[in-house]
């Protein structure tokens, strides 16, 4: 057992989803070819002034009631000064003594929970590429809105902070807040770690990484740091105050920076920017607006439905899954089968087909009266797979699609007929198996009646039929 | 010379709209007074000849075909060097943005262009507005129309010199710290500088901008109030500015005398350290106020004593942060770094901004870095705070403040240079108003017994404006002081 505690607290940037920039007209998609998303502000041109968009105030009110932080009545933009080509203006719009929300926090799956220290509003900076011919510029993700998720230092472990991670990016995708892509940067985390003898109450010193660009680097930065400092501590040395660069392609972090070389950022008050004033009614709207968490959907579906954990986690996964979900059972789908539907048919083929569940060509309504048509016994499953693959093409309701892939059952013996004579001559021994009372190699014989009649057979006609032929009565 | 043309912006907008002149004729009588004394004075960077007079022709041939004409229809207008304008250059007089031409116009030009303004060039300034003389300016130095070896005060000294000098019945600047309404003083014309946030400074080169004001320029309070009302009011490019307000002009009139106001007078700007000449003009201004039926009372604004250090700190922490957009990268002047950013940028910034910006930049550098800032900057704002409640006292007990807009008329080229601590003391009747973001309206009121003009300043309470230029229309039409030029 380590004789010391690990301390870690995460800072987390998360890109808002809004059509514009945080203070311009410009598209917030850091996507396209350089520098064609910029506007005149985005630049800092001589003479522009920022331009608040309320859309990203309101998606960080979001976040922060998502996460049970409290808004602030007044908060205040501060520049942080910089210079770098990725940032124009030599500033960056941030927050900083009156952050938008403060308090709140995440609980983990282990019951753990890490409290929230704040969360503020700023913009990002542009992106640099080096190259041989030079340092390329693109100013496409300059501005565009962030917010900044700063947890207390109540992580213990490295697999904790993996944890923390992914509740937030659930709660914060979930509630539309962002789609906290870590490999696009639309989510991107800090690290601080100390370690403290075991039974201390006064933090070590800690060290800042950087660079970690997936939850899985997070974790494994982490690990590392934790078994450096260990080292460094066993060995009984001291633990230098600075920001680490994670390799992970080395699997290592490095030096980058001591903190005496810690920039000063000059805040100040954004004389451009009225106060952030946000009144009574505007959080209640949002609190409105932020609908169920994923935590109490959950549990009502696990009360409800009488679902599976592994059920209950998929469906509350996205808001749009848990909706459709609901929608299915509200107009008489059965919740377990409507389930299995969306496991195994549903998502795979929005995926396969690169769509959203509000573009899926399969409605909610269309699903159910599949499953009622199973459940009547007018399509056995294997027809249901067929017609839901035929529906995803063609604009039918399921009854009229199983007609058109002459998929509706049959129960006409002089149709089945055929099939139960050819069955018994394929498999002689089979039903000699029968005759002789093993029941069980009738399914034998039901699964070729089926086939041969591509799953239109009705599996009870079938059974009589097959009886009836191989035991004539005496 | 033009002697029998209309000289006020009212005036010649009126007799474009009746046909007695055209915007043609008014432009050419401007540009042609331009050209014969410009080589002397050196109000302008840059003529927009061929600009002004393609909008002058379409508003003489709008007036043709019956389109109605706005208020400022056929007005020549001066513009100063930091305001920007769609395919135009904006200087701020600097080397740092020579040659750099915007995209996009300022608000006001835009509100000004609409109401049928003719924009005839850009006027020299002290560079990024730091400084009382225009001497700061990269493109040399403007003189004053009331001796060619004197300074016309700054920053915006161009555009007071283009008003002086008639070239132009109204000119555009800008007032951080008193830039608007010193000029105005010295140069003989009225100036206004608006409350904070009541004309947009979308367009406005930045130089501090929680004291950045547009300001107007102009013979004649009545054009004052003219342009304001065309140029104020809310607008989404700048969040900071608004509200609306009723408009000035119809309310210009309202008082025939000064009957039932109390103007206040601050002994803190009203005391020693006075020119004598400008001393005795206050008092003569002062009684003509009363003798129009104003009451005169004593009232004291004590944070004025540290108000030209509050001043200096607020003004150049911003500056710095403001100016830190000019590194090389994306625009403007720019020095090879021999392979090194920081050397590019470095470079760049000294060869690109004169001295006294990067005297400016680096204390506002040093106040504001770690350590010093909550020395500094907690305390500039606590005084700033403390002015405003000071002016918010004196208000609750008259109606306008009076002072004399410099503590001393223009003074020779080149006599500032070697004290910035003396030029930074020029601007202690102006910054007060600035800090707590109030309009004030200088007036010309009398001259040196050797003929330098000498301004008076009145201060209204915030969105006062209104009664600000009531005061100031009463005060032209029972005095000649406005009327008196330096130029034949």
Known sequence: MSRFVTVIGLEVHVQLATASKLFSPAPAAALGDPNTRVHAIDL???????????????????????????????????????????LPKG????????????????????????????????????????????????????????????????????????????????????????????????????????????????????????????????????????????????????????????????????????????????????????????????????????????AARSERYRAAFGLSEVDVRVLCSERAIGDWFEQAVAVGGEPKAVCNWIVADVLPAMHERNLDLATFPISPLRLASLLRLCDAGAVTLVAAKKVFRHLLEHDLEPAGALRALGLDRTTDPAVLQPFVLAAIAALPEAAAAVRAGKDKALDALKGHVMRASTGRADPAVVETLLRAAIAPPS | MTSAAPTTAAAIARAVAAGTTSAAEVLAASLHRIAALEPTLHAFVEVWADRAQAAAGRIDRDRAAGVPLGPL?????????????????????????????????????ERLEAAGAVLVGRTNMDEFGMGSTTETSAHGPTRNPFGNNLVPGGSSGGSAVAVAADYCPLAIGSDTGGSVRQPAALCGVSGLKP????????????????????????????????????????????????????????????????????????????????????????????????????????????????????????????????????????????????????????????????????????????????????????????????????????????????????????????SSNDDPLTMYLCDALTVPASLAGLPALSLPFGATTDGRPVGMQFTAAAQREDLLLQVGHVLQRHTDHHLRRALP
């Open chain 1, 44 to 86: 800092g041109l001589p003479g522009v002034l920022p331009r608040p968009n309320q859309k990203a105030i309101e998606l960080a009110m979001r976040a922060s009631l998502a996460l049970g932080a409290v808004v602030q009545p007044l908060s205040r933009f501060a520049r942080e000064h910089y210079f770098y080509p990725d």
């Open chain 1, 91 to 294: 500033y960056q719009i941030s927050q900083f003594d009156q952050p938008l929300a403060l308090g709140g926090s995440i609980t983990l799956p282990d019951g753990h929970r890490c409290r929230l220290h704040r969360l503020h509003v700023e913009e990002d900076a542009g992106k640099l590429t080096h190259t041989d011919i030079g340092t390329l510029v693109d100013l496409n993700r300059a501005g565009v809105p962030l917010v900044e998720i700063v947890s207390e230092p109540d992580l213990r472990s490295p697999a904790q902070a993996h944890a923390f991670l992914s509740e937030l990016r659930h709660v914060l995708r979930f509630t539309g807040v962002s789609d906290c892509d870590m490999e696009l940067g639309s989510l991107r985390c800090d690290a601080n770690i100390s370690l403290m003898p075991v039974g201390s109450e006064t933090f070590g010193t800690k060290v800042e990484l950087k660079n970690l660009n997936s939850l899985k680097m997070v974790q494994r930065a982490l690990e590392y740091e934790e078994r450096r400092q260990t080292a460094v501590l066993a060995a009984g040395g001291r633990v230098a105050a600075e920001t680490r660069g994670w390799h992970d392609e080395l699997g290592e972090s490095r030096s980058q920076r001591s903190k005496e070389q810690a920039p000063d950022y000059r805040y100040l008050p954004d004389p451009d920017l009225p106060p952030l004033v946000i009144d009574e009614a505007s959080i209640a709207e949002a609190q409105a607006a932020l609908g169920e968490l994923p």
């Open chain 2, 73 to 109: 229809a056929g007005v020549p207008i001066a513009v100063k060097d930091n305001l920007v304008l769609a395919g135009e250059q904006a200087s701020a007089g600097s080397r740092m943005l020579a040659g750099y031409r915007s995209p996009f116009t300022a608000t006001v030009l």
């Open chain 2, 195 to 414: 409350g904070w946030g009541r004309v947009s400074r979308s367009g406005l080169i930045a130089y501090a901008s929680s004291l950045d004001c547009i300001g107007a320029m102009a013979r004649s309070v009545e054009d004052l109030a003219l342009w304001l009302d065309l140029a104020a009011g809310p607008d989404a490019a700048d969040p900071t500015s608004g509200p609306a307000a009723p408009p000035v002009s119809a309310s210009l009139t309202t008082r025939g005398d000064l009957r039932g106001l109390r103007i206040g007078v601050p002994w803190e700007l009203n005391g020693p350290g006075l020119d004598d000449d400008v001393a005795r003009c206050k008092d003569e201004a002062l009684a003509t106020a009363a003798s129009l039926g104003a009451e005169i009372v004593d009232c004291s604004l004590p944070a004025v004593a540290h108000a030209v250090a509050t001043y200096y700190l607020i003004a150049t922490a911003e500056a710095a942060s403001n100016l830190a957009r000019y590194d090389g990268v994306r625009y403007g002047l720019r020095r090879d770094g021999l392979g090194r950013l920081d050397v590019m940028t470095t470079r760049s910034r000294s060869a690109g901004f004169g001295d006294e910006v990067q005297l400016r930049i680096l204390l506002g550098t040093f106040a504001s870095s770690h350590g010093w800032s909550e020395g500094f900057h907690d305390r500039a704002r606590a005084l700033r705070a403390q002015l405003r409640a000071d002016f918010a006292q004196a208000f609750a007990r008259c109606d306008l403040l009076l002072s004399p807009t410099s503590p001393v008329p223009a003074f020779p080229l080149g």
